[in-house]
């Protein structure tokens, strides 16, 4: 081709591509439901679903009590019978409160009846350490990495989220869809035309030839912070947005792997059996073991003391000092 | 409004016991949740129940399935992992499922199916056709939070959903008044301005006629609803859990065995004769034989169907 | 004099705006208090209020474009015929109140 068509964009907000995202499956498909709290005239909180009430109204979008066990109970009843609920989960860690209907029911359901029922629903919902406290501030991402039949998406930019919400609402099964409440202030370009992201499809965000570092949601930003202050010094990161967690793309981690010899791993959660571990040890099961750091919060609830909460969570200058430490190896 | 047939209540009812029976007979037959004593829930609330209705259950779901009219044969070959069971024999015991015949399924979590049902009960709202949901769980459930979180939803939404709990007085080896603070179970529904009943579970036509009465309401737009049926639990918690009751206990439980009181009832109605029901317990010991051996000569999945219908 | 109107840091952690609606136009005068411009984070709205008084010379940004943090809006004079300067010359800060709503 002797001209590359680059698609024509729309700066617009975090919140404004999921909503956009919403408003265009919700249109398209009628048997897309809004369940949460504060999801209704309000608009989410974080705005997400501004002005979605007043175009679906009440039956297709439900303001819920402060019952996340029973909503998405309810949601997952309601995909197996027919509907595609997105559930509103307003901080990650409420999620566990609903752990029954989204592990035990939806995420089993497709496997138990041999195809027969399947729970088509998304449980959109936001991580991460913005000054909450220990129990507004978790990024749990890897506990459902584990989980058969349940999908993890987590976008670190406005296109990924409009483009991964589009395909989390035309699933054939549960997915958890995670924001990241520091990623909300920053705007970004997003395709005009109707397009999706496909799952399990990781992006290079960043060439390099010294190592690869991968990451996901908020993290990416650190990660190419992090990047461009060991640029300074000469090194270059290939760096990897992971957005897809279930499933991971492997090989795309795996070649940028095999080119630059070395991996680093970065997530907001823990590290202990974390996203990073995963993807180093399926990396290694593919290019024989290499060089490899992770990083990721410090084994300590994340405090709403500004200390100490910034000591808890990886930052720019950490990661640089561990990619220099990865290159002396 | 047609009454349930009495005959056919008796028939069910000793088909589903024949069925519990005949399983645990077996040598190998797993790990299972049988139903013995409480026949009379499950006959009566299916025989209030419409075609285009749906029946969820917690974890003791063989009865309440064969009263719901799931072919036997397929039961129990789901029960032993056979692959000519509803789900291919991947579920078992406490997830089975048959949502053509109106059985959408067990969970066997406590309390987990409830917020499910109505989810289900959503749909069917939504749908605008007309259908309800029926989710029966133990009084063991009425301890979780998630029932307490579904009755207040449900009952905000006036969603189509009948609430049946057969309180068998029982959770494993918890008596209910150890456990649950609560004077009736119906008060939790009443709570929340639902159509509340307590009543006998040992009475087929009681409980056909109380089930009755509250999918009546709930079709007339009234919202939900819910129904306490007190009965017995003849068995042990599960075919791997032991008795804690004495045989004296049992002995006397067995003297308010809902079949037997519905025999006798038909009997002195001069409805039924000793031969007559001789002749149907020979019916459901055929019947039953024939799921069996449907069952037995049903194989099981291959190792490699392991990682089908996962995502 | 001729003064500027950045974007203020009114948000945490927001680097970039979106300009909803100005409140006058060239030529327009504002007293202390007076509302100049409306702008949008990604959930909140930032009232932009004259600190003094002064004369909007030139709009530099329009509804709807984005704006990053501490990048010029607009040029203020104190009297409506100074004379602006040529291009993107430094110029005081205007004094400014906002508010976030």
Partial sequence: MLYEQKPVMARMFFREAVTRAVREEMTRDPHILILGQDVGAFGGSYREFDGLYKIFGPDRIRDTPVAEAATIGIAA??????????????????????????????????????????????????????????????????????????????????????????????????????????????????????????????????????????????????????????????????????RSLAPLDIDTVAGSVERTGRLLTLEEGQTVCGVGTEVATRTFERTGPKPWIRIGALPAPVSSNPVLEAACIPDAPRVADAIRTLLAR | MTHIDPVGALRAMLMIRTFEDTLARRKEHGFQLLSSGEEAVAVGLASALGAEDQLLTGGRSIGPALARGVAPERVMAELLGKSGGMNQGRAGRGHMSDPQAGFFGAHAVVGGNISIAAGVAMARQLDGDGGIVAILFGDGACGAGALHETLNMAAQWKLPILFVCNNNQLSVSTARDAALAVANLSDLGATFGMWARTIDGLDVQGVAAAARDAVRHIRDGLGPAFLECTSIRLRSHSTTARETRSRAELAELQTHCPIRRHAAALQADGIVDDVGLEQMRQDAAAEIAQAMAYAEASPYPTAQEVLRHVV | MIYQLSVPAAVPGVEEIRILEWHGGAGSTFAPGDLIVELETHKAVVEVRAGQAGVLREIKAEPGDWCAVGLRLALFSDSADEPLPEGDATATDILVDFEVT
């Avoid at chain 1, 609920?85 to 901080?91: A, D, F, G, R």
């Avoid at chain 1, 566990?96 to 449980?123: E, Q």
């Avoid at chain 1, 960043?206 to 993290?219: A, E, K, N, P, Q």
Wanted: hydrophobic residues 45%; glycine residues 10%.
């Fill in chain 1, 77 to 242: 009843g309601a995909a197996a019978a027919g509907y595609r609920p997105l559930v509103s989960i307003t901080y990650m860690d409420f999620l566990m409160l609903g752990f029954d209907a989204l592990i035990n029911y939806a995420a089993k359901l497709r496997y138990k009846t041999a195809g027969g029922l399947s729970a088509p629903m998304v449980v959109k919902t936001t991580a991460g350490a913005q000054g909450q406290g220990v129990a507004h501030s978790q990024c749990i991402e890897a506990w459902l990495m584990s989980v058969p039949g349940l999908r993890v998406v987590a976008p670190s930019t406005p296109a990924d989220a409009y483009g991964l919400m589009k395909t989390a609402l035309r699933g054939d099964g549960p997915v958890v869809y995670i924001d990241h409440k520091r990623l909300f202030p920053t705007p970004g370009d997003v395709p005009v035309t109707e397009t999706s992201i496909p799952f399990g499809q990781a992006c290079i965000r960043r060439d390099g030839t010294d190592l690869t570092l991968v990451s996901h949601g908020y993290m990416m930003r650190v990660a190419s912070d992090a990047a461009q202050i060991v640029a300074q010094d000469g090194i270059s990161c290939e760096v990897i947005d992971l």
